[in-house]
């Protein structure tokens, strides 16, 4: 028997959640979208709750990865740390599958597991935003740029594509240019 993929696995909860919804994911219907026996998905995630765990874990991974190649985008212009969250949610905004949905999946089912999200969340934002020059001006453009990308990860977009677009370059735009008034 082929070795079952940590990765194939993921996707195919993130699938379900996506198609299925967060609270009706099962550990049968990973497994099956998966390829693979629900002996073969339980050997690694005995339960729905060891598979969300994962999930949220994973969510922190990919997210810090992406926020590293997006840091790694501006080359030497050195963008500020609200700059790069910014960017960060425009890309998970433009993403078809977000690695955010997981995350839909763990509130829906079992709103504790997201401590770890959480606890990153605050370290990150306290960290980054906070520490602006103008950090009632931060969190504005952070919250804003946050709001675009969760509203597009419930299926509710506030604004079309082309909207969300101009939002975001917006958002970029005045945190480049911090005398620009909101």
């Keep these: 028997m082929a070795a079952v993929s940590l990765d194939a696995i993921f996707a195919a909860a993130e699938a379900a959640v996506c198609e299925c919804g967060a609270a009706n994911m099962t550990l049968d219907g990973v497994a099956e979208r998966a390829g693979v ?25 990919q997210v ?4 590293q190649a997006t840091r790694a985008e501006f080359g030497d212009t050195q963008p500020t740390e609200l700059m790069v969250e910014i960017r960060l949610l425009e890309k998970l905004n433009a993403m078809a599958s977000p690695p955010t949905t997981a995350l839909l999946a763990a509130i829906a089912n ?16 306290a960290r980054r935003v906070h520490s ?12 804003a740029a946050l709001g675009l990308h969760l509203s597009g990860l419930i299926h509710m977009p506030l604004l079309g594509d082309r909207e969300r677009v101009e939002a975001f370059e917006h958002l970029m735009r005045l945190a480049s240019n911090p005398d620009e008034r909101l």
Excluded: C, W
């Design 37 to 61: 026996s629900k002996g073969g998905l339980m050997y690694h995630f005995p339960t729905k709750t060891a598979l969300l765990q994962g999930m949220v874990g994973r969510v922190i991974e």
């Design 64 to 67: 810090d990865a992406l926020r």
């Design 110 to 125: 079992q709103p504790d597991l997201l401590e770890p999200f959480r606890e990153e969340f605050e370290r990150r934002i």
């Design 132 to 143: 602006d020059a103008n950090p009632a001006r931060a969190r504005t453009l952070f919250l």
